[in-house]
């Protein structure tokens, strides 16, 4: 266990590299990294010590104002709001560290020692001071007891009331009496990487981390990323399928990605393993909505992002750290358009497939997906929604399966005999059909379900079957679909959907100097 006092990790950003690093040694499992809270609450008090002045400020600006201007002054500013700021920055910290409880108990220890003056707390001209040392050094103590296979790591540069590690002032000499060989200090942060960890030289993290985030499970965890944390009401900006600049506002289905480029990655290696942080620009092509009752077209953009993720085979998915908004592709960069029109081509090769067994297997597809979904949605934990209710809205969405699907396959017949030669009008005529199947009911309730399910936490990715993922899996079991149980029907889907899948591209694009772009 690594316990940092206040003066390691004081101030600390979110995304700074001592953040990633801590990160890094925690999501290892090599190593515990935590502070007491008393020094989670300093660090918040420390990021809230100028709140009150700077809203002071504003409000005394004010009411200058209102002296001067003739008219009543329309703007207001939100009451100050304290506890909701420390909120904030404890939450912030509580998710970089593990955050080790101080008892009331112990609270009242501490002040018994500071009124005494005895280390570490200390007497200061006529005053006694250190109640917040003394809490501190009782969690680590009581943790040490509570905790008797663990050895402890003491980062704090405070020699002068912690001591240098040697030796203990009374009464922190009884304190430490039998723990002497479980409790070790160091000085600052500095000495913690050179301890713990490795640092991987820059060339070989960056070769590692691009080929680690170009294979096929990431891209997938990345494009089910961007279903569940894209959404806005005032829109993204991005390039239709023509490359006309558009506005879109969240992704129909799971979208094609293709990593860009990767820059600014550093890595440590840990107990040996390695775990990296980069910035990875990612292209996205596929199905997006302008609007909740718009509907969808095929949609590009540039993604960018920083990740936290392991070298280790298996190891559980990356987290994102930190997102930027959207944008659309640079159409000057020839690789950004060499990417995307593979992209393009591999969403209509899918698209295809699925229009030529479309009108042979709408009967089937009708069967196979109503049982599909009777038997697995109410398996489903949706908050808030009794399970009698939701099988209610399931037969609903049942009875009414039909008419999309007829209406569908008219379409396609209409498609087909326009006799469609250009690849691009196919692929705009197939937007506009599945965005047709997206209109039923059986739509309206994947997105309450959707609604309802838990959000990504701290961006950590996990696949997840998509609408389109399931219509496209059963349009490609054809008319002769026999009838199986619920179980087989599952088995059948993954195995139906995995041999849907495209194959990563052949090569990927390399990263050049002027490309890169942080």
Same mark, same amino acid.
């Not at 430490?176 to 913690?192: A, I, P, T």
């Given at each position: 266990?690594?316990?940092?006092?206040?003066?390691?990790?004081?101030?600390?950003?979110?995304?700074?590299?001592?953040?990633?690093?801590?990160?890094?040694?925690? &999501?290892?499992?090599?190593?515990?990294?935590?502070?007491?809270?008393?020094?989670?609450?300093?660090?918040?008090?420390?990021?809230?010590?100028?709140?009150?002045?700077?809203?002071?400020?504003? +409000?005394?600006?004010?009411?200058?104002?209102?002296?001067?201007?003739?008219?009543?002054?329309?703007?207001?500013?939100?009451?100050?709001?304290?506890?909701?700021?420390?909120?904030?920055?404890?939450?912030?910290?509580?998710?970089?560290?593990?955050?080790?409880?101080?008892?009331?108990?112990?609270?009242?220890?501490?002040?018994?020692?500071?009124?005494?003056?005895?280390?570490?707390?200390?007497?200061?001209?006529?005053?006694?001071?250190?109640?917040?040392?003394?809490?501190?050094?009782?969690?680590?103590?009581?943790?040490?007891?509570?905790?008797?296979?663990?050895?402890?790591?003491?980062?704090?540069?405070?020699?002068?009331?912690?001591?240098?590690?040697?030796?203990?002032?009374?009464?922190?000499?009884?304190?430490?009496?039998?723990?002497?060989?479980?409790?070790?200090?160091?000085?600052?942060?500095? &000495?913690?990487?050179?301890?713990?960890?490795?640092?991987?030289?820059?060339?070989?993290?960056?070769?590692?981390?691009?080929?680690?985030?170009?294979?096929?499970?990431?891209?997938?965890?990345?494009?089910?990323?961007? +279903?569940?944390?894209?959404?806005?009401?005032?829109?993204?900006?991005?390039?239709?399928?023509?490359?006309?600049?558009?506005?879109?506002?969240?992704?129909?289905?799971?979208?094609?990605?293709?990593?860009?480029?990767?820059?600014?990655?550093?890595?440590?290696?840990?107990?040996?393993? +390695?775990?990296?942080?980069?910035?990875?620009?990612?292209?996205?092509?596929?199905?997006?909505?302008?609007?909740?009752?718009?509907?969808?077209?095929?949609?590009?953009?540039?993604?960018?992002?920083?990740?936290?993720?392991?070298?280790?085979?298996?190891?559980?998915?990356?987290?994102?750290?930190?997102?930027?908004?959207?944008?659309?592709?640079?159409?000057?960069?020839?690789?950004?358009?060499?990417?995307?029109?593979?992209?393009?081509?591999?969403?209509?090769?899918?698209?295809?497939?699925?229009?030529?067994?479309?009108?042979?297997?709408?009967?089937?597809?009708?069967?196979?997906?109503?049982?599909?979904?009777?038997?697995?949605?109410?398996?489903?934990?949706?908050?808030?929604?009794?399970?009698?209710?939701?099988?209610?809205?399931?037969?609903?969405?049942?009875?009414?399966?039909?008419?999309?699907?007829?209406?569908?396959? &008219?379409?396609?017949?209409?498609?087909?005999?326009?006799?469609?030669?250009?690849?691009?009008?196919?692929?705009?005529?197939?937007?506009?059909? &599945?965005?047709?199947?997206?209109?039923?009911?059986?739509?309206?309730?994947?997105?309450?379900?959707?609604?309802?399910?838990?959000?990504?936490?701290?961006?950590?990715?996990?696949?997840?079957?998509?609408?389109?993922?399931?219509?496209?899996?059963?349009?490609?079991?054809?008319?002769?679909?026999?009838?199986?149980?619920?179980?087989?029907?599952?088995?059948?889907?993954?195995?139906?959907?995995?041999?849907?899948?495209?194959?990563?591209?052949?090569?990927?694009?390399?990263?050049?100097?002027?490309?890169?772009?942080?």
């Amino acid at each position: 266990m690594i316990i940092f006092d206040t003066n390691a990790v004081n101030l600390l950003p979110r995304e700074s590299l001592r953040a990633d690093i801590i990160r890094k040694l925690r &999501q290892s499992r090599h190593h515990r990294v935590a502070v007491p809270w008393m020094v989670l609450e300093e660090m918040a008090a420390h990021q809230a010590k100028y709140y009150p002045d700077k809203h002071q400020a504003v +409000v005394n600006t004010l009411e200058k104002l209102r002296d001067v201007l003739p008219w009543d002054l329309e703007s207001s500013l939100e009451q100050l709001d304290l506890e909701r700021f420390l909120d904030h920055w404890r939450g912030v910290y509580s998710e970089i560290f593990e955050v080790i409880e101080t008892s009331g108990d112990i609270a009242r220890k501490a002040l018994v020692r500071e009124a005494m003056a005895l280390p570490p707390a200390k007497r200061t001209k006529d005053h006694s001071e250190g109640a917040r040392d003394v809490a501190i050094w009782f969690s680590i103590l009581k943790f040490l007891r509570e905790n008797p296979d663990e050895h402890v790591t003491f980062v704090t540069d405070n020699t002068s009331d912690f001591g240098d590690g040697t030796a203990y002032p009374y009464p922190m000499d009884e304190d430490m009496r039998g723990l002497e060989d479980r409790l070790h200090r160091l000085k600052d942060f500095d &000495q913690v990487v050179s301890q713990f960890t490795k640092e991987v030289s820059g060339r070989d993290a960056e070769a590692a981390a691009g080929e680690l985030l170009r294979s096929l499970a990431i891209r997938d965890r990345v494009a089910q990323s961007s +279903v569940e944390v894209l959404s806005s009401t005032t829109g993204f900006g991005g390039l239709s399928a023509t490359d006309a600049l558009v506005e879109w506002h969240g992704w129909l289905a799971s979208p094609e990605v293709e990593l860009l480029r990767v820059t600014d990655v550093t890595g440590h290696e840990i107990e040996g393993d +390695v775990w990296y942080t980069a910035n990875a620009r990612w292209l996205l092509y596929g199905i997006a909505a302008d609007g909740p009752d718009a509907p969808g077209r095929y949609v590009s953009c540039v993604w960018e992002m920083k990740v936290l993720f392991s070298a280790r085979d298996g190891d559980e998915a990356p987290t994102l750290l930190k997102t930027c908004e959207p944008s659309p592709p640079d159409t000057s960069d020839s690789a950004t358009v060499e990417i995307l029109e593979r992209l393009k081509a591999r969403v209509a090769d899918i698209s295809r497939r699925a229009v030529e067994n479309l009108q042979a297997a709408v009967s089937p597809a009708e069967r196979l997906l109503a049982q599909h979904v009777s038997t697995t949605l109410p398996k489903l934990d949706i908050a808030g929604s009794p399970a009698h209710r939701l099988a209610a809205q399931i037969a609903a969405a049942q009875a009414d399966l039909s008419s999309p699907f007829r209406g569908l396959a &008219q379409q396609v017949a209409e498609a087909q005999a326009a006799r469609i030669n250009s690849a691009q009008g196919l692929a705009e005529k197939i937007a506009a059909i &599945q965005a047709a199947m997206y209109a039923n009911p059986l739509q309206k309730l994947a997105q309450q379900i959707a609604a309802a399910q838990p959000k990504l936490d701290n961006a950590t990715v996990l696949p997840r079957t998509t609408f389109a993922g399931l219509a496209a899996a059963v349009l490609a079991r054809g008319p002769e679909a026999p009838s199986t149980t619920a179980d087989d029907q599952d088995e059948q889907l993954s195995s139906s959907d995995a041999e849907a899948e495209p194959g990563p591209p052949d090569s990927a694009p390399e990263t050049t100097d002027d490309a890169r772009d942080d």
